[in-house]
């Protein structure tokens, strides 16, 4: 939602300021410009980028539009799967929590958090790592550099997109300026013809060099930093789960397991202790009854 409306503010703040200051709005509908910098970014985005690399980018960019971050909600949920699923290993032993890893959608622990079962990513990392607690002999050093190395994979893969997004941004100026160039080139054709004519085509190739600026700082490179803090949040996520999965192989209680991974949250989304301890009352008198 605020995504769609820093673009309005942008389109609004640019455009309005030239139409008070007395320009004629039409004179930017240039659509030949568009076509020629539209068509050379996207061009020269198909010439340097692998094919799967550009699905996934595309599937990316949707995210910028569908909301922001992971919220406090989302972490407090997690928390509570992770003492509920810890608390069934430390009461029933550990081989009774294997339903529940291999059939999350039907576990009565998973089930109750929607958004860990949508995000695949984070779902399989998660049930992965029980299951390799459950096969035992992994010990807890060797099950962190296990963890790092797959959240360093995915870091990687996630950094893709973004950066993509950005090297379009940094070349949309240049792209816009080899449109203001054909249109000089249109306008020493007609050097000859009425002042009115020739100011009309100048204004015209202006207006690319306008198209690319705008759209590289205004629009694409802003959408670059929201993909990458939007990886960043996504990789505080799996870094709260793996912080309480090498917490619990260490052998510490579900109660300490989930204070480790609370303190792995950012502070703007992390619940606080009386919040998380009044959770885990919940969870404890739910599993009670």
């Known amino acids: 939602m605020f995504v769609i409306i820093g673009i309005a503010v942008v389109i609004i703040g640019v455009v309005g300021g030239f139409v ?7 004179i930017l509908m240039q659509w030949v410009e568009f076509l020629i ?7 020269s985005l198909l010439v340097g980028t692998p094919l799967p690399v550009l699905k996934k980018m595309l599937g990316s960019v949707g995210k910028v539009f569908k909301g922001s971050g992971i919220s406090k909600v989302e972490y407090l949920n997690l928390l509570k799967t992770m003492f509920e699923l810890f608390s069934i290993a430390q009461r029933d032993g550990l081989i009774n929590i294997e339903p529940h890893i291999e059939d999350p959608a039907k576990s009565s622990v ?3 958090n929607k ?5 695949h990513h984070a779902l399989h990392f998660f049930t992965d790592t029980m299951k390799l607690l459950l096969g035992g002999g992994v010990p807890p050093h060797d099950l962190e550099a296990m963890l790092d190395a797959d959240l360093d994979s995915h870091h990687l893969e996630e950094a893709h997109a973004p950066s993509l997004i950005q090297k379009m941004g940094d070349a949309l100026p ?10 000089i080139i249109i306008t020493m054709q007609a050097i000859d013809g009425p002042p009115e004519v020739i100011g009309h085509k100048v204004a015209v ?3 690319g060099t306008f198209v690319g600026i705008l759209a590289s700082y205004g629009f694409v490179q802003p959408i670059a930093t929201h993909l990458e803090l ?5 990789s505080r996520y799996l870094e709260c789960i793996k912080a309480g999965m090498v917490a619990y192989a260490k052998g ?3 109660i300490v397991v989930v204070e480790f991974a609370r303190r792995s949250i950012f502070s703007t989304d992390r619940p606080s202790f009386v919040e998380v301890e009044k959770a885990m009352r919940e969870a404890r008198s739910q599993a009670s009854k």
Do not use: D
Request: no cysteine.
């Open 20 to 26: 008070l200051e007395g320009g004629p709005v039409l």
């Open 37 to 43: 910098i539209g068509g050379a970014a996207i061009g």
């Open 110 to 112: 998973f089930s109750k």
């Open 115 to 119: 958004f860990l079962l949508s995000n």
């Open 174 to 183: 240049g792209l816009g300026i080899v449109a203001a160039v054909l249109g």
């Open 205 to 207: 190739a202006l207006v």
């Open 230 to 234: 939007l990886s960043q949040f996504e």
């Open 252 to 254: 510490n209680s579900p």
